[in-house]
């Protein structure tokens, strides 16, 4: 069965890191690509990162370049969001979701099929 879990949410301050994570289980992860998504109160949800099977290219949502980092760990089954210097707006529940088998990532998130139940993130003074 495949499932994907995410882990690491909380509340900070603004300016502080956290690490989300997400446990991939059921899929050979080396075949797919990983996608972050983020959907706050009132608003749709929006793609945040993107690491494609190799862990060789990574995208990013224009306001978290630089500040955000995604990693893959392929022999644990494991995809990280490293998060740094946080903003209050920065503040959502957090998603990730697997794409395809080309192991590439796409623009379109009715492209990704299995998806994690999400942890909140919430960056506040």
């Known amino acids: 069965q495949t499932r994907l879990v995410e882990s690491g949410g909380g509340s900070v301050q603004p300016g502080g890191s956290l690490r989300l994570s997400c446990a991939v289980a059921g899929l050979p992860l080396n075949y797919y690509a990983i996608g972050w998504f983020r959907q706050a109160p009132g608003k749709e949800r929006e793609g945040v990162s993107c690491?494609?099977?190799?862990?060789?290219?990574?995208v990013y949502l224009d306001s978290v370049k630089g500040r955000f980092t995604i990693s893959r760990d392929n022999a644990k089954n494991m995809v990280y969001l490293q998060m740094n210097s946080l903003k209050p707006e920065d503040t959502a529940v957090y998603y990730c979701?697997?794409?395809?088998?080309?192991?590439?990532?796409?623009?379109?998130?009715?492209?990704?099929?299995?998806w994690g139940q999400g942890t909140q993130v919430s960056v506040s003074s």
């Open positions: 979701a697997s794409v395809g088998t080309a192991g590439i990532c796409k623009e379109q998130q009715h492209e990704y099929d299995y």
């Open positions: 690491i494609e099977k190799s862990g060789d290219s990574t």
